[in-house]
């Protein structure tokens, strides 16, 4: 009696579940009963399921503890997944669950940008010993749309402002590197509001072209980008990668500097790859002479992508016209239900969400994000049904204001559905996080996750990758 007292005085839903599913339970023995058989149904959807080995358990054991020490000590100072990351990320980088997640083996990465996941830090490293230093210039802070931008010429463009970086005073590795990643560079105003997506995308927009595609697209530093690139993962215990990159014509197409006047148009750059061919056979090979070094790094591959602000038609364009590489298709949908971001609102009325529909109707194979779906149960049901991956981004979504409190991020939900979920970091280089294992800390710390849990996130980016099964073992589930 005074068990089932107990039972009343307990929330009102938990009341309701067992009142429906299972009957209202007669004495303690039997609410025990029960109360372990809705434990028992729940394992089979998240990590649970997975047969643990004893070295795995006793690692378990250890992270847990971990975990709990982690509560403990930042009872005080705030919890790191519930508060801006701007604020944490020192007390994150240097815990132990932190220092004890970045050994453990993550499988694959597929969700990043592919020009804006190494560490700016390291890019502008490369950029400054390479070669071509001497031909870097930067716009200059009032400039009226593009400051701090950096790239490479033999003679800027006239006129621009352009400024030659080496052996100029202001323009220290240090000064640049600041205005680079979104965590340099935050206003006061963005920290005070940490949920304003829309200040925050004030931040991060001028950021994508600042130290990204020209830069980076000048042969000499693409080459040491990728090894970089590579390496960097691999210190996170990542196995595999999947970058997303435009393949279009652009500031993304090879170039070499050059001196001769053939080449005084384009301001000394030397386009070599009109069809991104030339790309795509230097990659190859510097992946192989990559693996040759770090065996354990399974494989490199790069997508192509629509953009959440795209309709269905320029979508399908883009995928006819990506021939050249896997074609995994995604659906971007972190926006509000009814905001709408074609490119071309008069001739492309779609609202963001929709894409999720898209998503469904295209037969995606993951889904970028998928934020949108936990307000469409139905669809989200079918991404459930059809075994679609979702990539979830914690800290990309963290950063840019949608999730400002990382428990109540939708991912959990996903995991406890049953939904397969892998962890990406989208952007972390121009965040300026730089690691994907700040993502596994906040899921880690924020989701009620264990071990078994990490494990079948780090085996669901493999299972879901596109990388043929042949290149990695599986253990059943
Ligand atoms: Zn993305």
């Not at 065996?295 to 979508?315: A, K, L, N, W």
């Not at 979702?390 to 995991?415: F, K, M, Q």
Request: aromatic fraction near 10%; charge should be positive; include cysteine.
């Amino acid at each position: 009696m005074a068990v089932q007292y107990r039972v009343l005085l307990l929330s009102l839903p938990l009341l309701q579940i067992v009142c429906l599913d299972l009957g209202f339970p007669a004495n303690e023995y039997e609410y025990s009963v029960k109360r372990d058989s809705l434990r028992e149904k729940e394992k089979q959807f998240a990590g649970e399921s997975l047969a643990m080995s004893e070295d795995e358990q006793i690692a378990d054991r250890y992270l847990q503890l971990l975990k709990r020490q982690e509560f403990k000590a930042t009872r005080k100072t705030g919890f790191p997944p519930s508060r801006p990351l701007e604020e944490t990320l020192d007390t994150i980088v240097h815990s132990d669950v932190y220092r004890v997640l970045k050994m453990l083996p993550k499988g694959g990465l597929l969700h990043s940008h592919e020009n804006h996941q190494l560490s700016r830090s390291i890019l502008v490293d490369i950029v400054w010993n390479c070669s071509d230093f001497q031909h870097l210039y930067i716009l200059p802070e009032n400039h009226p749309t593009d400051p701090w931008t950096l790239d490479f010429f033999i003679s800027p463009p006239p006129g621009e402002g352009w400024e030659k970086v080496k052996g100029h005073p202001n323009y220290t590795k240090e000064v640049i590197l600041q205005r680079q990643t979104l965590l340099g560079v935050l206003t006061e105003r963005a920290r005070r509001y940490p949920s304003d997506a829309a200040e925050r995308w004030r931040q991060m927009d001028p950021l994508w072209r600042r130290s990204a595609s020209q830069l980076i697209a000048n042969v000499v530093v693409k080459r040491l980008y990728l090894a970089a690139m590579w390496r960097e993962v691999l210190t996170d215990g990542v196995q595999y990668i999947e970058t997303r990159k435009n393949l279009g014509p652009g500031t993304h197409q090879l170039y070499s500097l050059d001196t001769h006047r053939k080449y005084e148009p384009t301001y000394g750059k030397h386009y070599l790859d009109p069809s991104g061919e030339l790309d795509i056979n230097m990659t190859q090979l510097l992946l192989r002479e990559f693996q040759k070094r770090r065996p354990d790094f399974i494989g490199f591959r790069r997508i192509t992508y629509g953009h959440h602000q795209e309709s269905v038609s320029q979508m399908k364009a883009k995928m006819h016209l990506s021939s050249c590489t896997t074609r995994r298709r995604a659906a971007e949908t972190n926006w509000p239900d009814d905001l709408m971001t074609s490119f071309e609102p008069e001739v492309d009325i779609s609202t963001t969400q929709d894409n999720s529909l898209d998503a469904v109707l295209l037969g995606v194979s993951r889904v970028g994000h998928g934020l949108g779906f936990i307000k469409r149960p139905y669809l989200l049901k079918l991404l459930k049904q059809r075994r679609v991956a979702i990539e979830t981004c914690p800290t990309s979504n963290h950063l840019l204001g949608y999730i400002p409190d990382l428990r109540n991020h939708p991912a959990v939900h996903y995991i406890r559905s049953g939904i397969p979920v892998v962890l990406a970091s989208d952007d972390p280089g121009s965040f300026g996080y730089d690691h994907v294992t700040v993502d596994w800390y906040q899921a880690f710390m924020a989701w009620g996750l264990r071990l078994a849990d990490l494990k079948l996130l780090a085996l669901n980016s493999l299972r879901h990758s596109g990388m043929s099964a042949s290149k990695y073992v599986l253990p059943s589930i």
